[in-house]
């Protein structure tokens, strides 16, 4: 079945050093969603990218899908301690319809130190 | 408020005890979703609904039973066929199952049998 591999599985920074992390699948995706949680919480729908290529920001946060539909990253510019949780990203198979749900990687855990 | 509601957030259970958990959503959405979150691990899809009376499947899926006899509700039951049941369980849902949808994650309920 498909697979979502995300890389790092732990990334410690000093707040104000930049953040990435990446997400690669096994299989084409027909859209490539971001979630973050944080410590405690629940996951929180950031963005969705369904175009091959697309680039979308978010004030300090830069996604993009690649060309192939098979890759995707996540940049944190200057992060702050707020950005602190860990992030993940998900998606469906390419092909065929219906709720299959969401296939998720094993998410970036970002740690931040003052 | 329109969201998710998960209860009980904590619940202790004696090994070989049946225990449901309880998911309410007020979304209106037809997709509910399942997952369940180890320690330090992505989400794992256990069983989804794409509308009332139907479900399926998920990745897994064993030692687990769900019912959807309402849009509102989705209840989990964590049977004592389940040889691991610790952990972090979310419920989700979603507009319509397309898989273009985003997924919203009630606040989830920790799982301890003892």
């Known amino acids: 079945g498909q697979q979502v591999m995300q890389i790092p599985q732990y990334q410690h920074v000093q707040e104000g050093e930049d953040f990435t992390t990446y997400c690669n699948s096994s299989t084409t995706l027909s859209n490539i969603q971001w979630y973050k949680q944080r410590p405690g919480g629940h996951p929180v729908f950031l963005i969705q990218?369904?175009?091959?290529?697309e680039v979308k920001k978010q004030k300090r946060l830069t996604f993009q899908f690649g060309e192939a539909k098979k890759n995707s990253s996540l940049h944190i510019t200057a992060t702050q301690t707020t950005d602190v949780g860990t992030y993940f990203c998900a998606g469906p198979p390419g092909s065929g319809g219906g709720a299959d749900g969401l296939t998720f990687g094993k998410g970036t855990h970002l740690i931040i130190q003052p | 408020d329109g969201g998710i509601t998960q209860s009980p957030k904590y619940l202790f259970r004696k090994e070989g005890q049946n225990v449901t958990l309880s998911c309410e959503q007020n979304l209106n959405h037809d997709a509910m979703y399942w997952y369940r979150q180890d320690p330090g691990q992505g989400l794992r899809l256990i069983y989804y609904?794409?509308?009332?009376?139907?479900?399926q499947k998920g990745d897994i899926a064993e030692g687990y039973s769900v019912s959807r006899e309402k849009k509102e509700s989705f209840p989990l039951t964590v049977t004592s066929a389940q040889k691991n049941p610790t952990a972090f369980y979310l419920c989700a849902s979603s507009i319509s199952g397309s898989r273009t949808d985003t997924q919203y994650f009630g606040p989830g309920t920790r799982l301890t049998v003892l």
């Open positions: 990218l369904v175009k091959s290529g």
């Open positions: 609904s794409q509308i009332v009376n139907d479900f």
